[in-house]
């Protein structure tokens, strides 16, 4: 009996990603969307490709556990990257310092920065520094188009980043709206 009510309560979460992976592959059918959990991320999240997950555990030398999914399809690259800062005063400058060298890094040459959004992922913690930005008409990096986004859940801080040639805003939301902090 216990059996059966667990796959009656799973059957409403089950139709729902089904349903969320079929429209969004209709909006690119380069995109194969699958729900991921990568080790010791704390996280879910809808990927469109498989992930290759690396992780690095602390050591005395280097203090941080890190960890790494990343994908590319339709020539698209997601990527979810966290780390453990360990120090709960360090955790706003982490996020802060994540997103700022990555936007440098990819907007070097470009003309001005782009405005940040507030940010809401399931189970994160609530930080002022939570937040996603898109990057266009990037110079000289590769990319023509990124969006990347900071969280934090504890001492755990996270960036989701989507690099594309083009602009794919149906691609992003799908990304970023299906990521949620396991309890």
């Not at 941080?64 to 994908?71: E, H, N, P, S, T």
Request: include cysteine; hydrophobic fraction near 45%.
């Amino acid at each position: 009996m216990n059996s059966m009510r667990s796959r009656v309560r799973q059957a409403p979460r089950q139709t729902q990603l089904l349903v969320f992976a079929a429209c969004l592959s209709a909006c690119s059918p380069g995109l194969d969307w699958r729900e991921v959990r990568p080790a010791e991320s704390g996280m879910v999240l809808m990927f469109p490709c498989k992930p290759e997950v690396h992780s690095r555990p602390s050591t005395p030398s280097e203090p941080v556990r890190m960890g790494m999914a990343q994908c590319k399809a339709d020539g698209i690259t997601f990527s979810l990257s966290w780390a453990e800062v360990r120090d709960p005063a360090l955790v706003n400058p982490a996020m802060r310092q994540m997103r700022d060298a990555l936007r440098s890094k990819l907007s070097a040459g470009s003309a001005a920065p782009a405005a940040s959004q507030a940010l809401l992922v399931p189970g994160m913690t609530p930080s002022p520094e939570a937040s996603q930005v898109h990057l266009g008409g990037l110079a000289g990096s590769g990319v023509a188009e990124a969006d990347i986004a900071v969280f934090t859940r504890g001492v755990w801080v996270y960036q989701a980043v989507m690099l594309a040639p083009k602009r794919q805003p149906a691609a992003w939301d799908g990304f970023i709206n299906s990521m949620r902090l396991e309890t």
